[in-house]
């Protein structure tokens, strides 16, 4: 059992947001062995995913023995972050899945084999299955099995923490689950009338809806609930962009591969405390916060839901509303792990999910090799080789900081006009504004009011026009 601290007041002022979330969610973790699951695997459906010991199966149907390595050590990864223990791995080189039983009979029997021997209770596949498959895999092996988009969206489900978060992975689920629906025994009987009801006479007669056309019925009323909910909840997000928008203030996004350190660059560079955890996809829940490039000025930077390869559509559909902070951005900092044993797949993984955003291909990015602490110099020379824009920095020691924010300073949106106005003293809200929004060169209180002369952007350009007077003064 975990002991909770208590903790006083003076602990909890030097005890960071994240740091409090990562103990939160520490302190629950799956136990082993106390499973009160019923014993008939073809039922896993209609039950909660509980992952406790496992064995991983991928089938390698292209590139090298590396990348297949590489993939089947990414899905122990997750697996691990699920709550589970990773027994063993197996690997088929086939030019395609088995269209029956995904790794074919003989595998599949290869795989009882290891079951039976390791003690697992679950077999996690590295790749989507169909409903067929998974149904004669579960006959083969006898115990549950689940595919890569289930243990992915199982992962989410555990780490959302806001409203619109937990109705967004809850809407990924269930069209996950919609076509896997299956019915056994009673469940698949119908409802009939006449003299088969017992003479409940009319309105009884004829079939009825199965159980499993019920679930589904359910499961699509629940569903448009769901978009309902997110639509209303991307409101105050949408009106928060717009306030934004409309004050021009730049926007820039972090995105890349989970894992790859974006909650650690979005705290180094702006102390907001959030969660950090080495583990897979440990934040979902976008975070913005402002911050300032060293000349002063003010923009907006976002940390957005992790990457991975292979991301179920289901999950960029139902986060569509959270990515579109990506689309919305002037600038995309594209991180990247430099220590890790493939950036370049990590790369154009990412790459292929903002594909998919409408806008977001068309963004200037930045390619920000992390973890350079950890990493490999020739890894490092390689990625820079390849990517046309890259800053290599480690947010963990704070190394390349400096020229990273150079590079965003040189990379957002010009201030295009430079005014040299004498604004009244009533409108002090204006010269607020220009130290907020713009590049201050110079500021001088006289008896008329204040003589400002900064470079701003359209918006602010055109209201101190209309409030200032022109200033004839060498500057």
């Known amino acids: 059992m975990t002991r909770m601290h208590d903790y006083t007041a003076l602990d909890l002022d030097e005890f960071e947001t994240g740091d409090m979330d990562l103990e939160e969610r520490q302190a629950l973790r799956r136990v082993a062995g106390l499973s009160t699951e019923l014993q008939d695997v073809s039922e896993v459906e209609y039950r909660q995913l509980r992952l406790e010991r496992v064995v991983l199966v991928g ?15 990414e899905l122990k990864l997750l697996a691990e972050t699920a709550g589970s223990q990773v027994l063993d791995g197996l ?8 269209p029956a039983t995904y790794i074919g009979s003989g595998k599949a029997l290869e795989l009882r084999d290891v079951v039976e021997s390791t003690g697992a209770d679950t077999v996690i596949c590295d790749g989507e299955l169909t409903p067929g498959q998974l149904r004669q895999l579960e006959e083969t092996v006898k115990v549950k099995v689940i595919d890569r988009t289930a243990l992915i969206l199982d992962i989410f489900a555990q780490h959302a923490k806001s409203r619109e978060g937990k109705a967004q992975v809850e809407l990924a689920q269930l069209q996950y689950l919609l076509p896997r629906l299956r019915g056994w025994g009673g469940n698949l009987s119908r409802q009939v009338g006449g003299r088969a009801a017992g003479g409940v006479g009319i309105g009884g007669r004829g079939p009825g809806e199965t159980k499993i056309e019920l ?12 978009r309902r909910q997110i639509s209303g909840m991307s409101t105050s997000r949408d009106t928060m962009r717009y306030q934004r928008q409309r004050r021009e203030v730049p926007a820039v ?7 790859a350190g974006k909650s650690s660059l979005l705290n180094r560079v702006t102390g907001a405390g959030v969660l950090v955890e080495d583990a897979l996809f440990a934040t979902l829940d976008p975070t913005v916060r402002r911050a300032r490039t060293a000349e002063g000025r003010l923009f907006t930077i976002a940390d957005t839901v992790g990457f991975v390869r292979h991301l179920p559509h289901q999950l960029v559909e139902a986060f569509r509303s959270t990515l579109e902070e990506v689309a919305e951005a002037d600038l995309i900092l594209h991180v990247v792990d430099g220590s890790h044993p493939d950036p370049e797949g990590q790369l154009a993984a990412v790459r292929e999910v903002l594909s998919d955003i409408d806008g977001a291909s068309e963004i200037r990015e930045i390619v920000v090799i992390n973890k350079a602490d950890a990493a490999e110099q020739d890894v490092i020379d390689r990625i820079m080789r390849r990517e046309r824009d890259c800053v290599v920095v480690s947010a963990r020691t704070g190394r390349g900081i ?3 924010m150079a590079v965003i300073e040189r990379e957002l949106p010009r201030l295009d006009h430079e005014i040299q106005l004498l604004v009244p003293y009533n409108r002090g809200d204006l010269i607020s504004r220009a130290h907020k929004e713009g590049e201050v060169l110079s500021v001088e209180h006289v008896e008329d ?4 002369h900064a470079r701003v952007l359209p918006s602010l350009w055109q209201e101190l026009e209309r409030v200032g007077k022109p200033v004839e003064r060498v500057f």
């Open 59 to 73: 089938v390698w149907t292209s590139g090298t023995v590396d990348d297949a390595e590489n993939s089947l050590l």
């Open 91 to 98: 690997i088929q080189r086939r030019q395609k899945p088995d």
């Open 215 to 226: 679930d589904r019925r359910r499961i699509r009323e629940r569903m448009a609930k769901l």
């Open 253 to 259: 996004a972090i995105a890349g591969y989970t894992n």
């Open 402 to 404: 400096p020229e990273l």
């Open 449 to 452: 009011g204040t003589i400002l």
